[in-house]
């Protein structure tokens, strides 16, 4: 197929930018990581997410999900923008969350593309993949020339930063692989590895889950380790701080647009009983978090936010965290 047609149709869908990489090269990426991955479950430092375990197969296998596959193309998405600081009675929420969960968002624009990969040639097969799946996305999207794997463990992209989403449509179509970009590495920036409140970046390129705010505010089920709570300071949920500090995103917040409006900061504008249902927002008042009462008034207010993840117990309990860290201003 021409890939001017897929270049205009991807554009359309409002994707930041996107790559193609062939089956050899996805291949070998997977191949090269597996290793990486199994080292880090065998220290422990994937906490309780025993389901990354469950998937390890499938995740290094794409033939798994898509038999034959022949190529992928991984889209990245921007959601970055300035966060301001906020009050001492108020929680901050992670860049990626403020807007519609990205998991549905992007998944209805797979399926489009996927679809449309189908209509343009006939017989095609695809798979779609945000993050969620069993697919290791980043690895792929390395592969495709959209950034490079930073000691963050972040993908970086050298000209436009790491504030992007990821989405991958695995085919048994033989597209054209997109130019491969060089790209750069860290160096000697040790930034991140000390910005990191808890210290879970224990090594460049390693992250323990163990550690991790976004962890520990997120996909944690049970009580924030006593001797960490003071250091989620005022984050809600999730942590941008190895993000915030990295040399390649410092200054490119205001240059970069977003295109997907359900993760723009004026998604669900206008009367509050609107707003509120559609996005949270970059942070939160963390005495009305508390004052929520049951499921049904959590699911009333977050419903298709990413804050769905935490539940209401975990956010409640994140606030609590949060109102016996302040002390001042943010």
């Known amino acids: 197929m021409k890939q001017i047609l897929l270049e205009k149709f991807i554009k359309r869908q409002g994707w930041s930018f996107f790559g193609v990489a062939d089956r ?38 794409p033939d798994n999900k898509l038999p034959g596959f022949k190529s992928a193309i991984a889209l990245a998405a921007w959601y970055g923008y300035e966060q301001k600081n906020c009050s001492k009675d108020r929680g901050r929420i992670a860049r990626y969350a403020a807007g519609r969960d990205y998991h549905n968002v992007l998944t209805r624009k797979l399926k489009e593309l996927a679809r449309w990969l189908q209509a343009e040639n006939p017989g095609a097969k695809t ?70 409140p808890t210290g879970a970046l224990v090594a460049p390129g390693v992250l323990d889950a163990r550690k991790c705010i976004a962890y520990l505010t ?4 049970g009580p924030i380790p006593a001797a960490l709570r003071p250091k989620i300071g005022n984050r809600l949920f999730g942590c941008d701080a190895c993000q915030e500090v990295c040399p390649f995103n410092l200054g490119r ?9 359900e993760f723009g900061k004026k ?3 206008g009367p509050p009983e609107r707003a509120v249902s559609v996005r ?11 004052s929520i009462k049951n499921d049904g008034e959590f699911l009333k207010r977050f ?17 609590r965290v949060v109102l016996g860290n302040a002390k001042g201003a943010c």
């Open 24 to 61: 050899e090269k996805i291949l070998n990426a997977l191949k090269e990581h597996h290793p990486v991955f199994r080292k880090w479950l065998k220290k422990g430092m994937e906490a309780k997410m025993e389901y990354l375990k469950r998937m390890e197969n499938d995740r290094y296998h």
């Open 218 to 221: 997120i996909e944690n089920k």
């Open 127 to 196: 798979y779609v993949s945000v993050d969620s799946g069993p697919m290791v996305d980043r690895v792929i999207a390395a592969a495709a020339g959209l950034g490079f794997f930073g000691k963050n463990t972040c993908l970086i992209h050298p000209q436009k930063g790491s504030y992007f989403f990821i989405g991958v449509v695995l085919t048994d179509l033989d597209l054209t692989p997109t130019p491969s970009l060089r790209m750069p590495n860290c160096g000697d920036c040790r930034k991140c590895i000390e910005a990191c």
């Open 280 to 290: 949270a927002g970059e942070s939160l008042d963390l005495k009305k978090v508390l």
């Open 253 to 261: 917040a205001h240059r970069q647009k977003i295109l997907i409006k």
């Open 303 to 319: 419903a298709g936010t990413p804050l769905m993840r935490a539940k209401r117990k975990g956010l409640q309990r994140n606030a």
């Open 267 to 269: 998604y669900g504008a």
